[in-house]
């Protein structure tokens, strides 16, 4: 998988590293400042659904530059680190879909306060532990990424 002769995963990784921190930002942000909920929209709901198609192509890509380069160990690692991103950042867009339509729709049709509070909590805890989870999931896959092309050049 090539871009204009070069390797794809390099180039495509890095709308991954920036869009992912963005639509976590996004999400906490939504959760918890109903300005920023409102102007917002459904801006992390769209960011949460390019970052689940964007992350099995990345990795696709990586697969393709990694047989290229064959079976190195710190490849390897990035490799099983890079997988550990997919399942958070399917799990993106459940939790932003379900905090936008609880607060586009549901939140306002359930006026007892103690349901009403009780579900905005648990999307809460959802949305922070994605996020949380997502974020520290692609930071460790960059981190390996970046060992296994630069650990052996600089050090």
């Known amino acids: 998988m090539e871009i204009q002769g070069l390797p ?17 930002l996004a999400l906490i942000l939504a959760q918890l400042w109903p300005a920023a909920r409102r102007r917002l929209g459904l ?14 192509f990345t990795i696709a890509a990586g697969e393709a530059l990694a047989a290229v380069v064959g079976p ?5 690692a990035h490799e099983a680190r890079g997988r550990a991103v997919q399942p958070w950042a399917l ?12 607060f586009r729709r549901g939140h306002d ?22 996020a949380v989870g ?17 650990g052996g050049l600089l050090g």
């Open 8 to 24: 794809a995963h390099p180039l495509v990784v890095h709308l991954v590293v920036v869009l992912i921190p963005l639509t976590a």
């Open 43 to 56: 801006v992390p709901l769209i960011a949460a659904v390019a970052v689940a198609a964007l992350v099995p």
């Open 72 to 76: 190195l160990p710190d490849v390897q």
């Open 91 to 102: 799990a993106l867009p459940v939790v932003a879909a379900g905090q936008w339509a609880w």
């Open 109 to 130: 049709r359930i006026r007892r306060d103690g349901a009403a509070r009780a579900i905005t909590l648990g999307i809460g805890a959802a949305v922070l532990v994605v």
């Open 134 to 150: 997502v974020v520290v999931a692609v930071v460790l896959a960059g981190e390996s990424g970046a060992r296994a092309v630069w």
